[in-house]
């Protein structure tokens, strides 16, 4: 049963602490990304990946940092730097390079500071 | 459920009705363009896509059509059912090297028995 995972579904933490989220995928693609989204507005790229040990800011990566040492893994740590974490976090995968593919996008992680 | 959009516009139909959803998107350049649906605190889902070549794809119950004259994107979903009910983005991708898409604000469809 192919498909991408996050975890946990709801997340609470304290101002101040780090806090990692999970994202996995089975569908052997290359590129991953990671996107933050508020409400009443649209989805917002923070990183994404386009291979192995590879990635590259998006367009709000301020106050965040991500790895991928595994092509299944793309984790998101939300550091004590970014100045308003409470958000929907949204983790996607899709085949890789030019020319438009569909991402494919996780149930999503509500991470809640306070 | 969560909320995904507090704000969005809504579109309301009758079920049985058609529903038409409408998107500008900002750059001529673009040549990759996606509609998703997202339900209430789940991620979104793909609906359909068209590419740039394209003026108008059909998929089950849904057509897409593309109008690059003045950069408009529209999603028709034929007999609008409550399971319809969601709020629905499209998206359109940068040309230059990587598979960036990006989001518009998103409509929300809210269907009425």
């Known amino acids: 049963d192919g498909g991408i995972t996050q975890s946990p579904k709801y997340l609470f933490r304290k101002e101040g602490q780090n806090v990692t989220l999970s994202c996995e995928q089975n569908?052997?693609?290359?590129?991953m990304y990671w996107y933050r989204q508020d409400p009443g507005q649209g989805l917002r790229l923070i990183y994404y990946?386009?291979?192995?040990?590879?990635?590259q800011k998006g367009d709000i990566a301020e106050g965040y940092s991500v790895s991928r040492e595994k092509k299944e893994s793309f984790p998101l740590t939300v550091t004590s730097a970014q100045k308003n974490p409470t958000a929907f976090y949204l983790c996607?995968?899709?085949?890789?390079?030019?020319?438009?593919?569909?991402?494919?996008f996780g149930p999503g992680t509500r991470l809640t500071v306070t | 459920g969560e909320s995904v959009g507090l704000h969005l516009p809504t579109l309301s139909v009758q079920e049985g009705d058609n529903s038409i959803i409408n998107c500008a998107y900002s750059?001529?350049?673009?040549?990759?363009f996606i509609w998703y649906k997202q339900e209430s605190g789940k991620g979104p889902q793909f609906i359909i896509d068209?590419?740039?070549?394209?003026d108008k794809r059909q998929g089950q119950r849904v057509t897409v059509l593309l109008n690059k004259t003045v950069k408009h994107l529209s999603l028709q979903i034929a007999a609008t059912q409550p399971g319809d009910s969601a709020v629905y983005f499209c998206?359109?991708?940068?040309?230059?090297?990587?598979?960036?898409?990006?989001f518009g604000a998103g409509t929300r469809l809210a269907v009425h028995p």
């Open positions: 068209i590419r740039s070549n394209m």
């Open positions: 750059n001529s350049a673009s040549d990759y």
């Open positions: 996607a995968s899709s085949a890789s390079g030019a020319g438009g593919y569909e991402q494919y």
């Open positions: 990946s386009q291979i192995v040990n590879d990635f």
């Open positions: 569908l052997n693609h290359d590129a």
């Open positions: 998206a359109e991708n940068m040309p230059g090297g990587y598979n960036k898409l990006i």
